[in-house]
């Protein structure tokens, strides 16, 4: 089992959908949970990142850590085409430089 | 100018063939990362480095040897190659603070060993 889990999609919505995606892993030093977005023949970029449980809001965007469930989620409110990428979770511990990638969840939103 | 470059961004090459693949970054970074990714699998690191003098193996170096020749430029070496080498291969560089919690891409080389 990896230790992170995340489905690869894909999830497909129409425009201004409420999009959920999702994140399971399994090592408990996670401390620091990072959202990176990659579109299409680029390279990742970093969306938002929340530190240990809670939630953190930026714009239309949701990132959610639940540590005593292991689950972390972004919500996207009134999504866009333009939001349409390829989305990776990435978890890293405390005392780390290296997060773990989840498989990324590929996201389409049509109009 | 992009801040993380790499060449080629597209690499056609033989099973056998030496390839290297290159990473120059104008961001001061300390830290530089090289990734792959195949489809379903997602980014899976293959080596990393903090500084010249300090290289680490990922969780897939077997068949990759890297070279830091300044702390600007990061290479990524395939010996031999073979087909499952396959894949979208992604430099990333990041400052040295532990606080700091973003990697910041490159625009990919995509390699087909044929």
């Known amino acids: 089992q990896k230790e992170v889990e995340q489905d690869p999609g894909p999830l497909s919505v129409p425009e201004g959908a409420i999009v959920s995606l999702n994140c399971t892993y399994s090592n408990s030093a996670f401390q620091y949970f990072m959202w990176y977005r990659q579109y299409s023949r680029k390279g990742p970029e970093l969306l938002m990142y929340t530190y240990s449980s809670g939630n953190k809001e930026d714009g239309r965007f949701t990132a959610q850590v639940d540590k005593s469930s292991k689950y972390i989620s972004l919500f996207i409110r009134d999504s866009q085409p333009s939001d349409s990428a390829t989305y990776l979770c990435?978890?890293?511990?405390?005392?780390?430089?290296?997060?773990?990638f989840g498989r990324g969840t590929s996201l389409i939103v049509h109009p | 100018d992009a801040d993380v470059t790499q060449t080629p961004r597209n690499r056609i090459t033989k099973t056998g063939k030496r390839i290297m693949l290159e990473c120059s970054q104008t961001k001061g970074h300390d830290r530089m990362y090289w990734y792959r990714q195949d489809p379903g699998l997602g980014l899976r690191l293959i080596y990393y480095?903090?500084?010249?003098?300090?290289?680490n193996k990922g969780e897939i170096s077997d068949g990759y040897s890297v070279s830091r020749q300044a702390q600007a430029k990061f290479s990524l070496s395939l010996e031999s190659a073979i087909p499952n080498q396959t894949a979208l291969y992604f430099c990333?560089?990041?400052?040295?603070?532990?606080?700091?919690?973003?990697?910041?891409f490159g625009p990919g080389t995509r390699l087909t060993v044929l």
């Open positions: 990435a978890p890293r511990a405390g005392g780390s430089y290296i997060p773990t």
């Open positions: 990333a560089t990041a400052p040295r603070s532990l606080s700091s919690n973003e990697q910041f």
């Open positions: 480095s903090f500084d010249v003098k300090d290289i």
